[in-house]
């Protein structure tokens, strides 16, 4: 074995994410309120950075010469230009680094506000508008079950089948396998009275196994004793869900009125008794444009809506102790990183404006027939087309779209939702999938109940208005728009 030391030349090529590279495209695709809490967290942890009082404060001094010296960047941390054909190339060459850094950029922030004067106070403003935490379904059955005296093997029997149930109220697990979690050996019939015990509990249904005892229990809770009832939830709900109403009838020798209006009773019942209880919380979309119309001039304007965002700008007092020549070296390092920190976001959330701005006026060109007619006139829009327009590269395009929305006078809309593919009629004119699909839930709107429209019977009436699909991609269509097939949709 030999070992040794040598020198040899290698020519390798390597591409570095600069920092501010990172930074600003991390701010260009963060939507609105992570934007801001981004901004709260800098102001944390940037002693440099202040908010901006627009109406008593002067708008900031440009840099010295000298600061210019002092926070010099790099050429691989050049400014980045995001004007219309500047930043293509920048962004270009970083896309392809885009899912190694994916990780980096889905980070959340949990900022603590920074008081100021003039400033709102922002853990208020997040305290008012935090939806109150919902009680779970668990919580509040326990709850229920400590008011029952019962002995102490079938009230912990109790609490267990309790923490076994799903969010809709269900046992799904047999009881065999809820015993094992129980100390002591309970017997099966234990078990027994204390899912009883449980299925006592509000909200009614809660405790059952399947659908038809949910069902049967809501029944006995409201003193129902209807037979025919109980036997189609006990005997007949898979032919009730695929809508053989005379299948039923005929088993059950009763008319077919009967039985309609047995399940009209039915359903009045909830399946998902659980889900009254633990019910999800929609989350609170605030719009990052508005587009409005100018009347005068018959043109769309794009508003970017970030007046609740600070504004902010460098403390001219660390400005001053900068320009100190007699300020230590340490002391000078520390204010040099944060003076070129603060910089670069600042440009970077102004670079992140001037870019929602010129990608969403981009879009309105596009989109105008959606804009002045509603959605059923949205156009196939791909994102190279916006790139192309704004001369920016379609991977920028992605990154200033992704999850921020836009409110229009049809309401508040995705923007990634104005790209979608289409289709051309047989007249030559392009269609969007979106409005395929409004004009399938249109024909089924308007169909005979008695007999409806089939898959193939959709095909051909599309295919008469010029729209030549398959028939699969019409099942398929009419599963998105949560369409039953025509055997379920008939009515008797």
């Given at each position: 074995m030999r070992f040794d030391t040598s020198m040899q030349i290698r020519l390798e090529q390597r591409m570095k994410l600069a920092p501010r590279m990172i930074q600003s495209m991390e701010i260009l695709q963060l939507p609105l309120l992570a934007l801001e809490q981004r901004i709260q967290q800098e102001l944390v942890a940037n002693p440099v950075l202040e908010i901006r009082d627009d109406e008593d404060a002067p708008g900031e001094s440009p840099p010295t010469d000298q600061e210019r010296r002092e926070s010099q960047v790099a050429e691989e941390e050049r400014p980045l230009t995001v004007d219309s054909g500047g930043g293509a190339e920048e962004f270009g060459r970083l896309d392809s680094l885009s899912d190694e850094w994916g990780d980096y950029f889905s980070e959340e922030y949990s900022p603590r506000p920074r008081s100021g004067r003039g400033e709102r106070d922002v853990k208020l403003d997040a305290l008012q508008n935090t939806p109150a935490a919902s009680e779970s379904l668990h919580d509040t059955l326990l709850a229920q079950l400590s008011f029952f005296n019962s002995e102490p093997v079938l009230r912990e029997m109790g609490e267990t089948i309790i923490r076994n149930l799903d969010d809709n109220g269900y046992l799904r697990v047999p009881l065999d396998d809820v015993l094992r979690d129980v100390r002591g050996q309970p017997t099966l019939e234990q078990a027994e009275a204390a899912l009883k015990l449980v299925q006592r509990l509000e909200p009614a249904g809660v405790g059952a196994r399947d659908l038809g005892e949910c069902l049967l229990l809501q029944l006995d809770r409201r003193g129902s004793r209807d037979q025919l009832i109980r036997r189609i939830i006990a005997d007949h709900l898979h032919d009730i869900e695929n809508n053989r109403y005379p299948q039923v009838a005929r088993k059950l020798g009763v008319d077919i009125d009967d039985v309609k209006a047995a399940v009209e009773e039915?359903?009045?019942?909830?399946?998902?008794?659980?889900?009254?209880?633990?019910?999800?919380?929609?989350?609170?979309?605030?719009?990052?444009?508005?587009?409005?119309?100018?009347?005068?001039?018959?043109?769309?304007?794009?508003?970017?809506?970030?007046?609740?965002s600070p504004r902010l700008h460098i403390s001219a007092m660390y400005r001053k102790m900068l320009r100190n020549r007699k300020l230590d070296a340490t002391t000078r390092e520390f204010l040099t990183r944060n003076v070129r920190s603060a910089r670069w976001l600042i440009e970077a959330i102004e670079q992140r404006r001037s870019t929602l701005a010129n990608v969403v006026g981009s879009i309105v060109k596009f989109q105008r027939p959606f804009l002045d007619h509603g959605p059923a006139h949205v156009q196939p829009l791909k994102m190279q087309q916006v790139a192309d327009d704004v001369g920016l590269h379609v991977g920028t395009i992605s990154r200033a779209v992704d999850d921020k929305y836009a409110d229009t006078s049809w309401g508040i809309f995705p923007l990634r939702g104005f790209f979608m593919g289409g289709t051309e009629t047989a007249g030559g004119e392009t269609i969007a999938w979106d409005n395929v699909r409004t004009r399938m839930k249109q024909m089924v709107d308007a169909e005979d109940k008695a007999k409806p429209l089939s898959d193939e019977e959709l095909v051909e009436k599309l295919k008469g208005e010029g729209i030549d699909l398959a028939r699969r991609t019409v099942a398929k269509y009419r599963k998105v728009l949560g369409i039953p097939s025509s055997r379920r949709r008939k009515q008797f």
């Open positions: 039915i359903s009045h019942l909830n399946p998902k008794p659980g889900a009254s209880i633990t019910s999800e919380v929609v989350p609170y979309i605030v719009p990052d444009v508005q587009i409005v119309l100018d009347e005068e001039r018959d043109e769309y304007r794009v508003v970017i809506r970030d007046e609740r």
